[in-house]
């Protein structure tokens, strides 16, 4: 069957319907602004679809970090760890992976903690706002983040964020095996202490991305959905439209938020975006009767587990596999052994089939997200590289590239996640 030909013009066209895309497309359409957003598949099914939902501006410390080179040295060729990267020849992983050495230095973390921490709140203080708005349920949950250790370098990892935290003014606890029993109630766990992050929040990142691309469709923002873009048509130093399979798009300006598939985009036009996707896999089981409401990270296999009011989540592992979607059971395997390991009494859980899904998380080698105009081509502005805390920059960065469009500063400062630091 032919598709319908598309024609048509906007102010703004963005380029991916992920929840990064669609927060930016809601802060837009609240000022008034002409949108169109245009995705390869259907809209809100992209890298946030059945993620761990955490929005943690605990986690200010970028991906490249002291100690994560060696961790990942020994893990990268396990198909079982936290980091896996599948063996093969690709001169855009061998470059990223030069970049993500160099940036994983203790001064280059020191440069980007603030930063990120800053975009963190920021965005987290939005989030409060939309909940209160009422416009959708996206199980907006204030209960906190709990971090699990069961060794002696797991309990020296956090002891540092701790002291981290401490110096940026994030609020933490560390709690004792008594104090854990308090705070999880009926559930047990053979983790001598934990990092107990108060501030932090988490919700349905599913019920959000289908709620605001409902929301957004109700009040007159064009979806195109199903439709790739092949290619950004440019002259000079201005992007004019996208050209899709069966039409163009044109656009006055135009947002990449296209995730790990934004470079395929911008290659074209002499433009260098390092991002690789790093697959990650989540497994959620029905829950009629949940018996703890705070979300937990395991400390030493990486593995988030959420609960949502009818449901539990396990999520986790960091896959360098290339732009594919192919389930390494081995890595599902990994998930259920780690959530077994801390949280035994979830072991019934872990013994289930479970709605299995993966998605690809646009990283970058600094482990801090693109956001900003593109020098050469000033109608032309990037937002992607997130990573691990999409859902907890969505609304800060749909807000700062709202305002990027219409010509006002942003409320935070963005600098260091400016498109050309590369």
Known sequence: MRKTEVNLSADVVVVGGGIIGLCIAYYLHREGGNVVVVDRGAMGEGCSFANAGLVAPSHFIPLASPGIVAKG?????HPESPFYIRPRLDWNLI????????SAAHSMVQRHKKPLKEFLEFSRVLFRDLCRADLFDFEWSERGLLMLYLTGAGERDLRGLY????????????????????????????????????????LDPGAFVKGMARYLSGRGVRFIEYAAVQKLIHR????????????????????LAAGSWTP???????????????KGYSLTFPWEKPVFTVPMILTETKIAVTPFQRRLRFAGTLELAGL??????????????????????????????????????PCTPDGLPI????????????????????ISLATGTGK??????????????IHPFRVDRF
């Open 73 to 77: 040295l020994r893990w990268m060729l």
């Open 95 to 102: 470059s990223w992976l030069w970049k993500f050495r160099r």
């Open 163 to 202: 002291r981290q935290a401490r110096e940026l003014g994030v609020s933490a606890q560390f709690l004792t095996r008594e104090q854990l029993a308090r705070l999880l109630g009926p559930i047990r766990t053979p983790a001598p202490g934990g990092l107990f992050f108060p501030e932090d929040a988490h």
């Open 236 to 255: 000079k130093n201005r992007v004019e439209a996208l050209q899709l399979e069966n039409g163009r798009v044109r656009a006055r300006q135009v947002v």
């Open 264 to 278: 395929q985009l911008t290659a074209p036009m002499d433009l260098d975006v390092p991002v690789q996707p790093a």
């Open 324 to 361: 594919q979607l192919k389930i390494n059971h081995r890595r599902i395997r990994a998930i259920r052994k780690g959530v077994q390991k801390y949280l035994p009494e979830l072991e019934p859980f872990s013994r289930q089939k479970g709605q299995l899904w993966a998605g690809l998380r």
């Open 371 to 390: 956001v900003g105009r593109v020098p050469a081509y000033p109608n032309l502005i990037i937002a992607t590289g997130h990573a691990m805390i999409g």
């Open 400 to 413: 700062v590239v709202a305002d990027m469009v219409l010509e006002r500063s942003p409320e935070i400062c």
